[in-house]
């Protein structure tokens, strides 16, 4: 167990309740990711969360990598019914979420407190353990990197109360900031001298709202913060502080749920250290590569523009990785490399207005295949033109919007299946295979490749396709 229980408000027994947020399409890959390496129960989901009860310590939720930020839950509930009650009415239920359930909110703090209480412990032990005078090649790059993701702390803490933001794919450089094992050590001491189970007047705070769907029409994020922010002072006795709080409250009211969570972690999850240049997202990237299975394997990469090149052995570099891939400086459709050689190909094909491949992609395809060994795996990451190419021109069924769904129906990134509304705990595979299977059925072999899985995702201003295939056999013989 991660926490040992320390009175009758601590961790319960069978763990602590999460919730993470994740991009559209990423909810089976992190429900996943969360029963296998956190041995997590009661995993549910609605559109863009996950919710899991776990007994993992914080260096184990850290090594989440399908997920964007993580959250203790306080609480989950039914939304608010804007379009039949005033907005007093509705405000007055806001501050309900405090004054009638204040013991939710202690036992969530201590549960909070003991998180960091511990990671501290183990910490300082790690500190105590290791040689000062023997310093690893590279250390001092590698803090280096670390330092510059503390800079987004300092842009999220200008804002009262702000909307759950897009990750930005570069970390801001430049700045001086301790290292990230002195802040967390610094807000630990803080939190300890601030927070007890039975007084809790010295906790500072600020509310983070988010507001989607009709509840964004009637209210805004900044009079939820106020509401909420005023009941928390009054219940609590909490101060106040918009800069620099030992402590943040999120919030997040749509039309189909309303969410009250704690950050774990002040950078999310998604913001990975060593990533000095910013390529596709790393969340894709971590669900591509889950997709394939990966195990004991040689890595080659592989890219004709320099500047691509350039940034992979930057980032290769920052991740202590530079012995372990090796990058070639090829076109994919002229790979000098043995036929059926290679086990697994991931490529995340070039798409948008600056590449127009076209039929094209059909070429890059079948040189893949070749190279590729009977039984391997291709995954592929595709945009709607190139799925509709290797399908044969086939026309999808109507033109998608960023959350998934089709433009004609309406409700945009809240509408939700019923067994999303529901949140059910379901195995992985069960709403999500219904519709990759028809996706699948629509999709011919591409010679001797067999599609296997797809998966449709988000990338924010437009969405993709995940595309995984097999080699059945060898097309030469």
């Known amino acids: 167990m991660a926490v040992v229980p320390g009175g009758p408000s601590s961790r319960p027994a069978a763990g602590a309740q999460f919730f993470c947020t994740a991009g559209r399409g990423l909810e089976p890959f992190l429900m996943r ?16 969360k996950v919710f899991f009860t776990t007994c993992s310590d914080l260096n184990m939720l850290k090594q989440l990598k399908s997920a964007e930020r993580l959250f203790l839950l306080i ?13 007093g009415k509705i405000l007055n239920e806001l501050q309900r979420l405090i004054n009638d359930d204040p013991e939710s909110w202690l036992n969530a703090i201590s549960i909070w407190k003991n998180l960091l209480e511990l990671d501290a412990k183990k910490e300082k032990l790690s500190h105590k353990n290791a040689n000062p005078l023997k310093r690893k090649v590279g250390e001092d790059d590698i803090t280096a990197k670390k330092l510059k993701t503390e800079q987004i702390q300092e842009l999220q803490e200008t804002k009262e109360c702000q909307l759950e933001k897009q990750i930005e794919e570069k970390i ?6 301790i290292t990230e094992g002195e802040k967390f050590q610094k807000l630990q001491d803080d939190v300890t001298e601030a927070v007890d189970t039975r007084n809790q007047t010295n906790l500072t705070f600020r509310v983070s709202c988010r507001c989607s769907g009709a509840v964004a029409k009637t209210l805004t994020a900044q009079e939820v913060g106020r509401v909420i922010g005023i009941a928390l002072m009054k219940q609590f006795g909490w101060k106040a502080d918009l800069r620099n709080p030992n402590l943040e409250i999120f919030i997040h009211l749509s039309d189909v749920y309303s969410v009250l ?29 889950s997709l394939a ?32 891939i090796e990058l070639l400086q090829v076109s994919v459709i002229e790979l000098p490399l043995p036929s059926e050689s290679v086990d697994i190909i991931i490529s995340d094909i070039p798409f948008g207005k600056k590449f127009k491949l076209g039929k094209d992609i059909k ?4 040189e893949m295949e070749r190279v590729l060994r009977v039984g391997g795996t291709i995954v592929l990451l595709l945009s709607e033109d190139h799925h509709r190419h290797l399908k044969g021109g086939e026309a999808s069924s109507g033109p998608l919007n960023s959350q998934g769904g089709h ?12 067994a999303e509304k529901a949140a059910v705990s379901e195995p992985v595979s069960s709403p999500f295979a219904a519709s990759n299977q028809g996706r699948l059925d629509r999709m011919p072999p591409l010679g001797s490749l067999v599609p296997v899985d797809c998966y449709r995702v988000s990338l924010g201003k437009t969405d993709a396709l995940i595309s995984k295939y097999k080699k059945s056999y060898s097309p030469g013989r």
């Open 363 to 366: 070429r890059m395809l079948q």
């Open 33 to 48: 990711e969360v029963r296998e390496r956190l041995a997590a129960t009661q995993v549910e989901y609605i559109s863009g």
């Open 293 to 324: 299975e990966i195990k004991h394997v040689y890595y080659v990469g592989a890219d004709v523009s320099d500047s691509q090149l350039s940034g992979a052995y930057d980032n290769l570099r920052a991740a202590g990785l530079r012995d372990k």
């Open 75 to 87: 609480k989950k509930q039914l939304p608010f019914p804007v379009s039949s009650v005033s907005k």
């Open 407 to 418: 433009t004609e129906e309406p409700g945009g990134e809240e509408r939700l299946t019923p």
């Open 261 to 289: 969570g704690i950050p774990v972690f002040r950078v999310p999850l998604a913001c990975r250290a060593y990533i000095k240049t910013a390529g596709l997202r790393s969340t894709i990237a971590w669900a591509m590569a």
């Open 172 to 177: 801001l450089e430049q700045g001086n900031f």
